[in-house]
């Protein structure tokens, strides 16, 4: 199989075409990405597998599409404007990336061809985080990233040979860190600092390794004749978490944590929400990896960064 990862010299990108290659060693696995965001040796240990290549282009080039996308038997679409504040500053690219270029992939490729395609449990917005979010419950987006993943998913589900998956909260240790995820920046900040302010305590949410995200796409992508046409949720049912529960966990491992919980203001990420992963489970995925696994993991990973955090053109 040959495998096309759109973005995939990202956070969860270069997590992934790694996975791809050591479980099956036999895949072909080519990234596109045009390394926007200086990721520029998010891949180089890689570099050595006869199957892996690279191609530094946008995903904007509807003629480079066209050339590539015939190539390849599947398509996973990593590729995106994210994060609130970037996705707020650049409304356009945003809306280009997250949603027109999606489109423009599921009107090149057959029907033949495989598209696996990360949305976001955020799109369920601003509930009361009592109640489970399940795939047929309501959609209600409340940021520029939301709205534009929210409609490039139901170009992705009118298409054939399509699944969608609603990530939790991602977190883990990457060869390209995202920094402000909510579980790596309060890790960071936590060993940093040694104090967090705390907004909004009780608004909740759910999180998943950043490893469990390749490894159910991997277990998706070879039982695709299941999946096909299908959304899931993919997050971890007992991380359904606040994030007072989320700063106290932190807190086991780094017992000297000071926790502010500010009372008066407000936070500008509205999102409050659990969900159910009953659905994927049902499937037979299993996730490895807990959060005290991952809050371990990044504890290790700053050590080894020194403290510090890098420029985002030495990530």
């Known amino acids: 199989m040959k495998v096309l990862m759109i973005g995939g010299a990202g956070y969860i990108g270069s997590v992934m075409a790694e996975h791809f290659l050591h479980v099956y060693p036999k895949e072909k696995v080519t990234v596109l990405d045009n390394l926007i965001d200086g990721q520029i040796s998010a891949l180089n240990h890689l570099c050595h597998e006869d199957d892996f290549s690279f191609i530094n282009g946008d995903v904007r080039d509807t003629e480079l599409l066209k050339k590539l996308i015939p190539e390849f038997d599947a398509i996973i679409y990593l590729a995106g404007y994210v994060g609130e504040g970037a996705c707020r500053k650049n409304p356009w690219d945003t809306w280009a990336v997250n949603y027109e270029a999606v489109k423009n992939i599921c009107a090149i490729k057959s029907k033949h061809q495989l598209l696996l395609f990360p949305m976001t449990n955020s799109g369920y917005g601003v509930t009361d985080g009592n109640i489970h979010c399940t795939e047929e419950s309501p959609l209600n987006p409340i940021s520029v990233y939301g709205k534009s993943k929210v409609e490039a998913e139901k170009i992705v589900l009118d298409t054939d ?126 996730t490895r990896y807990t959060l005290e696994d991952g809050i371990q993991e990044l504890i290790k990973g700053y050590d080894l960064l020194g403290g510090s955090r890098p420029s985002r053109f030495n990530q």
């Open 161 to 286: 040979n399509s699944i969608s998956f609603r990530l939790a909260t991602v977190f883990g240790m990457s060869p390209k860190m995202r920094w402000e995820l909510l579980v790596n920046f309060y890790t960071y900040e936590a060993m940093r600092n040694k104090y967090l302010i705390i907004f909004e305590k009780n608004f909740k949410r759910n999180y998943i390794h950043i490893r469990d995200v390749a490894n159910c796409f991997i277990f998706a992508m070879y039982q695709s004749h299941r999946f096909k046409h299908k959304v899931y949720n993919l997050g971890l049912d007992e991380a359904n978490l606040s994030k007072e529960e989320l700063a106290l966990t932190i807190k086991k491992y780094i017992p000297n944590l000071y926790i502010h919980f500010n009372d008066i203001e407000t936070d500008v990420d509205k999102r409050n929400y659990i969900v159910s992963n009953a659905r994927i489970l049902s499937e037979g995925f299993a």
